[in-house]
């Protein structure tokens, strides 16, 4: 069964630090997304993308967050200058569609900025 | 702007007996997708179930359905038939507009 992988399933940064985390989503879905959800706390939106463009952005989205897809299978987020904050787990799912069809999660990214 | 909400942190229910987690949610848009998600101790986000607003009738996944009262904005997750591995987090989120926004969350512990 297809699936959405991540890489790396753990990233430990120094603060004000760059970091790059990977999403493979499923290879004919057309809509993927980014979510961080910080430890003991509920899952955020922060971003979907389809077209090679933004199609919607949470205000957790600021200017130190892209995202990009830089060849066809891959989509990344990167986050230009971390902080102790940003520590979470971020997910990254995708979707057929954008007509509420299930959007497939993967495994998530623990990131934890030290 | 949508908003979730699940006012139970956590719950409790006995091996084999059915138990309904809530969560009603605000949107003003007449079109949206409401999902209920999974979650583990080990932290994967799992699909459980989908009801479209426009659905008349409740979806139901297996063991799961969900009881969709569009004129409350609820949408309550029933499990029935408790199994010791329904022990998780249980998440209800709105989506509409390329936009998913998830509630707090809900704590299911099974008991045997």
């Known amino acids: 069964e297809p699936e959405v992988t991540q890489t790396p399933s753990h990233q430990v940064t120094q603060m004000g630090q760059e970091v790059i985390l990977r999403c493979v989503p499923i290879?004919?879905?057309?809509?993927f997304y980014w979510y961080r959800q910080i430890l003991g706390q509920k899952v955020e939106f922060l971003v979907s993308?389809?077209?090679?463009?933004?199609?919607?952005k949470s205000e957790i989205f600021d200017d130190q967050f892209s995202v990009e897809r830089p060849d066809g299978s891959n989509f990344t987020l990167k986050i230009r200058s971390t902080k102790l904050e940003d520590s979470a787990m971020y997910f990254c799912?995708?979707?057929?569609?954008?007509?509420?069809?299930?959007?497939?999660f993967g495994p998530g990214t623990r990131l934890t900025v030290l | 702007a949508q908003k979730i909400t699940q006012t139970q942190p956590g719950m409790f229910v006995q091996e084999k007996e059915a138990v309904t987690l809530d969560c009603t949610y605000d949107?003003?848009?007449?079109?949206?997708?409401l999902f209920w998600y999974k979650q583990p101790s080990s932290g994967e986000m799992i699909f459980l179930i989908y009801?479209?607003?426009?659905?008349?009738q409740n979806a139901t996944e297996g063991r799961y359905s969900l009881n969709f009262q569009k004129a409350r904005k609820s949408a309550n997750l029933v499990i029935s038939a408790s199994q010791l591995g329904d022990s998780a987090m249980y998440f209800c989120?709105?989506?509409?507009?390329?936009?998913?926004?998830f509630g707090a969350g809900t704590r299911l512990t099974v008991k045997p």
């Open positions: 989120a709105i989506y509409n507009n390329n936009d998913m926004r």
């Open positions: 009801q479209g607003s426009y659905d008349e």
């Open positions: 290879s004919n879905h057309l809509y």
């Open positions: 993308f389809y077209n090679n463009e933004i199609s919607e």
């Open positions: 949107t003003s848009d007449q079109s949206y997708g």
């Open positions: 799912a995708s979707s057929v569609d954008s007509s509420y069809n299930e959007q497939f």
